[in-house]
């Protein structure tokens, strides 16, 4: 998608989780990234490493195995696979902190003129009101629908 760097991704029978691999000095990481249905066409987007033993997603897990592009080209590439299953879905984002929230504004900023000819987003604003994605304006939350 968008002509970036992205790591091959499967997903399962239902299209709502989505599995790949990050590559980097700190070996190979199995990470997953999952779509959870919250309300109408509304759908909660998360993404971390997978623990192997308890299949359970660490979202807080720093890897640091340089390749954070990749990742966020992957990461890009299965949202707008899965609008394309899924055409009116409504896709919310937000960071578990401050600074994972900040590196996906940082993303959707550099790729903007890329995201912005395929989606509509919104940025959650300090009055927790939803308003369309302002480059320089800071946000806690993301949403992303399809045109």
């Known amino acids: 998608m968008f002509g970036l760097d992205k790591y091959q991704y499967s997903t399962d029978k239902t299209f709502m989780a989505y599995h790949f691999i990050s590559n980097g000095p700190n070996g190979a990481i199995q990470k997953i990234a999952k779509f959870n249905l919250i309300g109408e066409d509304l759908y909660n987007f998360g993404f971390g490493d997978l623990d192997a033993i308890t299949g359970d997603i660490s979202d807080t897990v720093i890897s640091d195995n340089k390749d954070v592009d990749i990742i966020m080209g992957t990461v890009g590439s299965i949202i707008y696979d899965f609008t394309n299953i899924f055409p009116h ?5 937000e960071g578990t902190n401050k600074a994972r929230t900040r590196l996906y504004q940082m993303n959707i900023n550099k790729h903007w003129d ?10 959650l604003n300090e009055n927790e009101s939803w308003e369309p994605f302002k480059r320089g304006r800071n946000y806690s939350a993301f949403l992303g629908v399809r045109k």
């Open 114 to 123: 890329r995201i912005a000819y395929v989606f509509d987003v919104y940025g």
């Open 89 to 93: 879905a409504m896709v919310s984002i």
